[in-house]
């Protein structure tokens, strides 16, 4: 806990490992989802945070923490956690299990906006500086291809921060058929951050969906299967699996610092439409007054669209840059802010 509020803006790891997986028959086995709990538990310790609830489906398992969350896939790990944890801090153990299972690592990418209380942040995640040094410090040195950016906005409070780093270079990186959207909303309209605060000190799973029916969280994706998480004395997690894809969100909603974020995957097979009426979904669930959208690997032809889509609900773009990095290919990042609170 910060000392001036909690911090909501997420940092976010992403490792992706190869090795055989394979059993003998050529069976696709379970890889990094045979990390036990005990494992999972030592990463989380070191990183200050615990598991709170989970859910798995055939493709990967999905752990709501008690700062954000966590996805298992046989040679990917998600790891996106809030307030003042140690995220970077997860990457030795991780590495050592993964190795342990006859897995190396092949790509680490972290990403984060600007922190509403940086001073609050403890080592490394002190300044962005401080954690590219740590990462790099962490990684095998055969990951030889890396990169550190900031990409800027027009709004000062709002940037977002990159590190990539992978042992194949460019030309020869893997084609991804799957991208990533991070939405990172602030200033939440002040009559729906109401409807996460716990009442009649109800916390846990069930106020947790509660708090999804009553905020219509639920219909941004109403195929997905949700396991949902309300904290006391407020705030909530959710994530959602659909086939072999997640979606997350987190809300702090304490008036001054409130903040929302949501993540979901795209296909590159998919209709761009489908993903822009996502996004309208869940930021219209909110109504923020700042909104920021990254996307990684994903086609201009979505760029283009999320920034018309979000003008019916009374956001403007006020930037847009875009960069390529390794193993993470290009991305972009936008900037929307709201015409007027209604």
């Known amino acids: 806990m910060a000392v001036s509020g909690f911090e909501g ?14 059993d003998d028959d050529g069976n696709n086995m379970l890889g990094l989802r045979l990390l036990d709990l005990e494992s999972l538990e030592q990463v989380l310790l070191a990183v200050q945070c615990t598991v709170v609830s989970a859910v798995g489906n055939p493709f990967f398992d999905a752990y709501v923490l008690s700062e954000s969350s966590l996805f298992v896939y046989p040679t990917k790990i998600i790891i996106k956690t809030c307030g003042t944890t140690q995220l970077l801090k997860s990457i030795p153990p991780l590495i050592h299990f993964a190795n342990n299972l006859g897995l190396t690592l092949q790509t680490c990418s972290y990403t984060r906006g600007n922190f509403i209380f940086p001073k609050s942040q403890p080592f490394p995640h002190t300044s962005f500086q401080e954690e590219v040094i740590y990462i790099e410090h962490n990684i095998p040195n055969n990951l030889c291809y890396r990169k550190a950016s900031v990409m800027p906005s027009k709004l000062p409070a709002h940037s977002w921060h990159v590190f990539t780093a992978t042992l194949l270079p460019p030309l020869k990186s893997p084609h991804h058929a799957t991208f990533t959207v991070e939405v990172c909303m602030t200033e939440l309209d002040r009559l729906i ?26 219909t941004i994706n109403a195929g997905a299967l949700i396991c949902d998480f309300a904290f006391d004395p407020c705030g909530y997690s959710m994530n959602g699996i659909d086939g072999d894809r997640y979606s997350t ?25 489908d993903i822009v009426e996502t996004l309208k979904k ?19 032809e979505v760029w283009t669209k999320v920034a018309r889509a979000l003008q019916p609900l009374g956001l403007k773009c006020r930037s847009f840059v875009m960069d390529e990095f390794p193993a993470a290919g290009t991305i972009s990042y936008q900037t929307f802010t709201a015409a007027r609170r209604k």
């Not at 803006?9 to 394979?22: P, Q, T, V």
């Not at 669930?285 to 990684?296: D, Y």
Request: proline share 4%; net charge negative; aromatic share 12%.
């Open 9 to 22: 803006f997420e940092k976010r790891l992403e490792l992706h490992f190869f090795g055989d997986i394979d």
């Open 193 to 218: 951050a109401r409807k996460f605060f716990s009442r009649d000190s109800k916390t846990g799973d069930l106020a947790g969906r509660d708090m999804t029916e009553l905020t219509g969280i639920d």
């Open 249 to 273: 969100i987190h809300v702090t909603p304490e008036d001054g610092f409130s903040y929302a974020s949501f993540e979901c995957v795209g296909s590159v097979y998919d209709d761009p439409d």
């Open 282 to 300: 869940a930021v219209r669930v909110f109504l923020p007054a700042t909104v920021s959208i990254s996307t990684t690997r994903c086609s201009r």
